[in-house]
């Protein structure tokens, strides 16, 4: 069946370190992927996404390239912000998915410390 | 604009109980979801709804009903409280099957 799989947590960084989550997925025809991030006491946001092969999603100064080839959508940010302490979620929907319903991966914490 | 709106933010239960879990969104979408999320897990769907008056199961509804009187308004009945449903329910709604799916603070339960 159709799953995502993430990098355990909790990851701890240094502000402004490099930042890489890893994301796989299995999945049959060709899924939506998606990155949330659910900041301390508040729901989920959606961070970015990409539709098909070779998209990149992007937003906040994160980046995720759908490799269909690696059935990979890691998350990258080039230099990490405390502000960006939160859960992230990487995500999948494909058009057999109940109602558009999306498939998580179990969420990876992130703490950046000054 | 709230967009999606849950109340309470935690409930405690005793094993038995009952209590509806109420989620209200603004936006006038017609696709409404309720999650589940375990410690360490990542979300599961409990129930969804296409619009009002059609509801249909999740991958995880055993313990658990729905209904969608209004667009806004889709609350989430737990009848016998079981401890197995200790957990973070998280609603969500979005205009269409394949747009942008938005989240609501969610709504902490803990069944003793």
Known sequence: ???VTQMEGPVTLSEEAF??????????GYPSLFWYVQYPGEGLQ???????????????????????????????????QVSDSAVYFCALRTDDNQGGKLIFGQGTELSVKP | NAGVTQTPKFRILKIGQSMTLQCTQDMNHNY???????????????????????????????????????????????ELAAPSQTSVYFCASSRTRG??????PGTRLLVL
Not at chain 1, 19 to 28: G, H, K, R, S, V
Request: aromatic share 12%; hydrophobic share 30%; net charge neutral.
């Open chain 1, 46 to 80: 959606l961070l970015l996404k990409a539709t098909k092969a070779d998209d990149k999603g992007s937003n906040k100064g994160f980046e995720a390239t759908y490799r269909k080839e690696t059935t990979s959508f890691h998350l990258e940010k080039g230099s990490v």
């Open chain 1, 19 to 28: 930042l890489t989550i890893n994301c796989t997925y299995t999945a049959t």
């Open chain 2, 32 to 78: 409404m979801y309720w999650y589940r999320q375990d410690p360490g897990m990542g979300l599961k769907l409990i129930y969804y709804s296409v619009g009002a008056g059609i509801t249909d199961k999740g991958e995880v509804p055993n313990g658990y009903n729905v209904s969608r009187s209004t667009t806004e308004d889709f609350p989430l009945r737990l």
């Open chain 2, 99 to 104: 747009e942008t799916q938005y989240f609501g």
């Open chain 1, 1 to 3: 069946g159709n799953s």
